[in-house]
């Protein structure tokens, strides 16, 4: 069977691909990797078949392990195939897309050059980049002439000599779309990028240009693309394909972007007017807020009470008789109302949560959920217990009842290679995975309780007043201590009988 190139293309998707490599390239991209291809560029890909955009991508990777990817999708002529699976208005749908926008793909690290040459090109107008949240920091980098492997020290240097070649032209800068997944992306960007450009020597004139003639967008991304099927999925599909292809991947059919920017920049780049789920707005917070709340709000709610009932997958966990309806009620009932935003809208929103939680093709493990576990219910389930204390309210009980599962799924003790582990109700054995300095201080509160007499609401207490693990002395706060404890001790007396 051959592989995907444009020899097994027919007339039609030949001429799509012809029409992208003759097209100049207006996207650099900076990642080869799943999310982009299942986001990004599935989106340029519409807009093409509409019509509305005509540019092609330069696709490269951020860190030199990335070199086979790049060298497969060359391999492949830049094409790939996107299956999108998943549930949408509660029906069960797959639709494959050939993917057809790169108009190049290559290693920056053996061709530098060519890198430099699309950076300082009159044609390039965006930079879109996934490089995982570390990408975005500060690595003390010297220049040698040698490729740089920082992302934003590669786009100090680049957009220097960018500068350099237009002579600080107004119209030459770039619109930067970060869609790593950092809090106020684009300021990160720029502000390492303006570090570089200091720690080089760079004139002020450079520095200038940079804030004000280039964009650093921030925004929030939401899909969840799935990569690679299983080898026996991928095998069916190319029997019925009549083709192979090693760089598939495959994504649910929910997405979101949403940027921080000016309306009148979808004219350029057109994601919106081709009736995509993207959002330009001079506020992310109730974007961020209502996923971080809402989405993440119940994945952080659900993992550790999940584990300890022996609940391996969030799907699972949503048909669970018991647990499926308390994070249901959970999110309409006590998270929702607590958001300062449109009760329909927040609703709509956690309906679209639920229906991808229940996506039947993504198996999401609540293990991998837990990891980090102390850190997540801070961020995202503490905010909404807040707003409760903060108006002298008890906490609602589901609410209560997500962080006694926390305080219950960290009831560790060291194993003695340097893990810690804790014990499900029924007694399986688990290993909690977080900061090494946290798990050792909870460990040792609990230690100190399994030896002694201290009432378990004591402890509990102890383990809330740790405000450097909740920002917040927790045990202050009305009912809530005694409220978890008494959750604990139901589930220690059950485990007893």
């Not at 390492?192 to 080089?200: E, I, N, Q, T």
């Not at 309906?351 to 609540?366: A, C, K, Q, S, W």
């Not at 609401?457 to 008494?486: C, F, H, M, N, Y």
Request: charged share 25%.
């Amino acid at each position: 069977m051959k592989r995907l190139n444009r020899d097994v293309l027919n007339e039609g998707e030949q001429r799509k691909l012809a029409e992208t490599e003759s097209s100049p390239v207006t996207v650099l991209q900076i990642g080869e990797g799943n999310f982009l291809r299942g986001f990004f560029d599935w989106m340029i890909q519409t807009c093409r078949e509409q019509g509305l955009f005509r540019g092609g991508i330069a696709v490269t990777q951020p860190r030199p392990s990335g070199k086979p990817k790049i060298e497969a999708l060359a391999a492949q002529d830049g094409l790939y195939t996107l299956v999108i699976r998943g549930l949408e208005n509660g029906e069960a749908v797959e639709r494959k897309e050939l993917i057809s926008v790169f108009s190049e793909a290559f290693d920056p690290y053996s061709d530098w050059t060519k890198l430099m040459e699309l950076m300082t090109s009159p044609e390039l107008r965006f930079v879109v980049s996934n490089t995982t949240e570390a990408g975005i920091s500060y690595q003390p980098t010297e220049l040698t002439g040698e490729a740089i492997v920082s992302f934003p020290g590669k786009v100090a240097y680049l957009l220097y000599q960018r500068f350099l070649k237009f002579e600080g032209a107004a119209d030459k800068g770039l619109v930067f779309l970060p869609c790593e997944l950092l809090d106020r992306n684009g300021d990160a960007l720029r502000d390492v990028v303006l570090r570089y450009a200091s720690d080089w020597g760079f004139p002020e004139e450079f520095r200038q240009w940079v804030i004000r003639r280039n964009r650093f967008l921030n925004s929030l991304v939401d899909r969840i693309v799935t990569g690679y099927p299983g080898d026996e999925q991928a095998e069916a599909w190319f029997s019925e394909w009549g083709y192979r292809d090693p760089m598939l991947t495959t994504a649910e059919p929910y997405h979101l972007w949403a940027i921080e920017a000016e309306p009148e920049l979808d004219e350029v780049l057109p994601l919106r007017r081709a009736g995509l789920n993207v959002h330009w707005t001079t506020d992310l917070k109730p974007f961020s807020q209502r996923k971080v709340r809402i989405l993440n709000g119940a994945h952080t709610w659900m993992a550790p009470l999940g584990l300890l009932h022996g609940v391996e997958h969030v799907r699972e966990l949503l048909e669970h008789e018991t647990l499926g309806k308390l994070v249901r009620e959970a999110v309409y009932e006590d998270i929702v109302p607590s958001l300062p935003y449109s009760r329909d809208e927040l609703q709509a929103y956690a309906d679209t949560v639920f229906e991808r939680f229940g996506n039947p093709y993504i198996r999401h493990r609540l293990a991998d959920i837990a990891m980090n576990s102390l850190s997540k219910f801070r961020t995202r389930l503490l905010p909404t217990l807040a707003s409760y204390s903060e108006k002298g309210e008890k906490a609602p009980e589901r609410l209560a009842l997500g962080l006694a599962g926390l305080l219950r799924y960290y009831r560790i003790r060291p194993a003695g290679d340097g893990s810690y582990k804790g014990t499900t109700l029924s007694g399986a054995s688990y290993a909690v995975r977080d900061d090494q300095a946290l798990l050792e201080r909870v460990a040792g509160i609990w230690e100190e309780a399994r030896g002694s007499a201290e009432p378990l609401e004591r402890t509990v207490a102890k383990l809330l007043a740790q405000t450097g693990i909740w920002g917040a002395d927790l045990s202050e706060w009305p009912g809530l201590a005694s409220a978890a404890a008494g959750f604990i001790a139901a589930w220690d007396n059950k485990e007893e009988a």
